[in-house]
């Protein structure tokens, strides 16, 4: 189950299979629209590219946050060979990145367990993408606007 910090993005309306759980993540914050998650935020108090070991302990939360939001929530397979998109924003003391993650229904098979284990659709080549874009600086007005616009974007067609 994925908890937050704050408002819970759990979906009352996916029907879960009863399985353990492996982990959990918490993350700082919810862009929502209605009772849909269309981002979620992490704020840090440094800075990202500080050293190279904190930028790994940033991105591999980042990831198990995404991969956690992609199992508690998964999206809905429409047509076959559907890439899926999710947001992350991440600001880390006075910068803003906006996080992409991509990825394949296999990897939603892959992640939610859905095969019997690792002999079932749980083995698969398939992986999350995660593309960072900024830093937006919060000290620009310009970038700041830039960052308000994409996010409104983001809003206003319920996610990526």
């Known amino acids: 189950m994925l908890r937050v910090r704050g408002p819970s993005i759990e979906s009352p309306s996916w029907p879960r299979p009863l399985q353990p759980r492996c982990m959990k993540a918490r993350v700082d914050g919810l862009l929502r629209v209605k009772d849909r998650t269309c981002a979620i935020v992490e704020v840090k108090p440094f800075i990202r590219y500080g050293s190279e070991k904190t ?49 394949d229904y296999q990897y939603v098979e892959y992640i939610c367990a859905l095969g019997t284990g690792s002999k079932g659709k749980g083995s698969t080549h398939s992986f999350l993408e995660m593309r960072e874009y900024g830093p937006f600086e919060v000290k620009s007005p310009e970038q700041m606007e830039q960052l308000g616009i994409i996010l409104l974007g983001a809003s206003i067609q319920g996610g990526l």
């Open 55 to 103: 930028l790994d302990k940033i991105r591999m939360q980042e990831t198990a946050q995404m991969a956690a939001w992609i199992a508690q929530d998964p999206p809905v397979l429409k047509k076959p060979n559907t890439k899926f998109r999710r947001l992350l924003v991440s600001q880390d003391h006075g910068e803003v990145y906006l996080i992409i993650a991509t990825f």
